[in-house]
């Protein structure tokens, strides 16, 4: 089953407005990714976070990985349509453990 | 496009039958994963190689499940003898595990069992 727990499980944005999510986990990860997938497709890689307390930019999505490294929030700045889609983090430890994910829609 | 590739991308079996999913990694990775996703879940690992040597297998879902990577290249997933709870999108990641082993995901490959 999953360890990873995500909320908000989904949310619905205005065009322009800044989200965040968050994932939390009971058990320690040393690497913390974070993934969007598109439906019928497979997950594409946005952000990998390597070290507790990091903070990392891709573009308009900034990611963070918690001190405790239990934790990782990702935000989205300034949304636009084709952020629609399914938002999961996983922590990895040889493979990849998995939240349920958080579905994004966008209101034009 | 040297991403991984999957093939088919759509299979529909009836219950029973045995089918076969290939995956081709980025070239310059020697892991490769597979995982399996049903709708609403994240993905749920299954197994992994490193080149030719599969490293974990205890968490494919029963004996109907096998993998192999022969020459360390390509790999095939089996599912024998089909239930229709093997539905699913079935996933493979590759990495290279001398950086941080970041995985990085193909297009899946949906079966439906009829």
């Known amino acids: 089953g999953q360890q990873l727990n995500q909320s908000p499980q989904s949310m619905f944005i205005q065009e322009g407005e800044d989200v965040s999510m968050n994932c939390t986990s009971s058990?320690?990860?040393?690497?913390w990714l974070w993934y969007k997938q598109d439906p019928g497709e497979g997950p594409v890689l946005l952000i990998a976070?390597?070290?507790?307390?990091e903070l990392t930019s891709n573009g308009r999505l900034t990611a963070q990985f918690g001190i405790t490294r239990k934790d990782s929030f990702l935000n989205i700045s300034a949304s636009i349509p084709s952020d629609v889609g399914i938002y999961f983090c996983?922590?990895?430890?040889?493979?990849?453990?998995f939240g349920a994910g958080t579905t994004v829609t966008v209101r034009a | 496009d040297t991403g991984v590739s999957q093939d088919p991308r759509h299979k529909i079996t009836k219950r029973g039958q045995n089918v076969t999913f290939r995956c081709d990694p980025i070239?310059?990775?020697?892991?490769l994963y597979w995982y399996r996703q049903t709708l609403g879940q994240g993905p749920e690992f299954l197994t992994y190689?490193?080149?030719?040597?599969?490293?974990?297998k205890s968490r494919l879902l029963s004996d109907r499940f096998s993998a192999e990577r022969p020459k360390g290249s390509f790999s095939t997933l089996e599912i024998q003898r089909t239930e229709q709870g093997d539905s699913a999108m079935y996933l493979c990641?590759?990495?290279?595990?001398?950086?941080?082993?970041?995985?990085?995901f193909g297009p899946g490959t949906r079966l439906l069992v009829l």
């Open positions: 990641a590759s990495s290279w595990s001398e950086t941080g082993e970041t995985q990085y």
């Open positions: 058990s320690i990860f040393n690497t």
């Open positions: 976070l390597y070290k507790a307390g």
């Open positions: 996983a922590g990895l430890d040889y493979k990849l453990s």
């Open positions: 070239s310059e990775h020697n892991r």
């Open positions: 190689f490193q080149n030719e040597a599969q490293l974990e």
